[in-house]
């Protein structure tokens, strides 16, 4: 059982958004920056977004990043066949003193 | 070019032990928080440990399943992190990745900017 809750799929047609949510509490998401990590079919993960919101070199603005209180979202626009892969949200649990991942979200483009 | 290229997994008894390396390059090694994250096979990821900067203070933190039986060291010398995995269990299984934190000297080691490509452990008799 993960620390952090996300659901385990999400689908949506080419073209159109879709949102992924990361719900934790106040030991981690509400009070530690939220990181969200793509990790496309047979590859290592990536960095995708940073410190709640912010996008590293390369990652299209396509893809952003918000936390509100204890959960997180990161909101996909413009989805393309390649966008298609498992999404992390992750964070530092300050009660664990432990890094922490969501069970992972998988995409699928239609 | 930043670069972590993991080594040394192998299929392993349960009970014994394993000894990971992260060669690195590309970066002032020294400078850096150091991570180990593993990946169960279909499974999701999960933190193992991670070593601070030599610039913050160099201690290691461990995931409570690892704690008492897998180490993080250094040799700063050659850029390398090492994990030393002891009393292997079954579900230690996974890929085991090598992580940079972003930050320079950094108290924690998210977010995990760059990473290697992996190397598989298998715990099975």
């Known amino acids: 059982q993960s620390v952090l809750t996300q659901p385990p799929s999400v689908s949506a047609a080419p073209g159109q958004k879709v949102t992924i949510s990361c719900s934790g509490s106040?030991?981690?998401?509400?009070?530690?920056?939220v990181t969200w990590y793509q990790q496309l079919p047979g590859t290592a993960p990536k960095l995708l977004i940073y410190d709640n919101n912010k996008r590293p070199s390369g990652v299209p603005v396509r893809f952003s990043g918000s936390r509100s209180g204890t959960s997180a979202t990161l909101v996909i626009a413009g989805l393309q066949t390649g966008d298609e892969a498992d999404y992390y949200c992750g964070t530092w649990d300050s009660s664990l003193n432990a890094g922490v991942f969501g069970g992972g979200t998988e995409l699928t483009v239609l | 070019e930043v670069q972590l290229v993991e080594s040394g997994g192998n299929l392993v008894q349960p009970g014994r032990s394993l000894r990971l390396s992260c060669t690195t390059s590309g970066f002032s090694f020294g400078d850096y928080p150091m991570s180990w994250v593993r990946q169960a096979p279909g499974k999701g990821l999960e933190w193992v440990g991670f070593v601070r900067s030599k610039g913050y203070d160099g201690t290691m933190e461990y995931a409570a399943s690892v704690k008492g039986r897998f180490t993080i060291s250094t040799d700063d010398s050659n850029s390398i992190v090492y994990l030393q995995m002891n009393r292997l269990k079954t579900e230690d299984t996974a890929m085991y990745y090598c992580?940079?934190?972003?930050?320079?000297?950094?108290?924690?080691?998210?977010?995990?900017?760059?990473w290697g490509r992996g190397t598989l452990v298998t715990v099975s008799s």
């Open positions: 992580t940079r934190g972003l930050y320079i000297g950094g108290y924690y080691p998210i977010p995990f900017d760059f």
């Open positions: 106040s030991s981690n998401i509400g009070n530690n920056w």
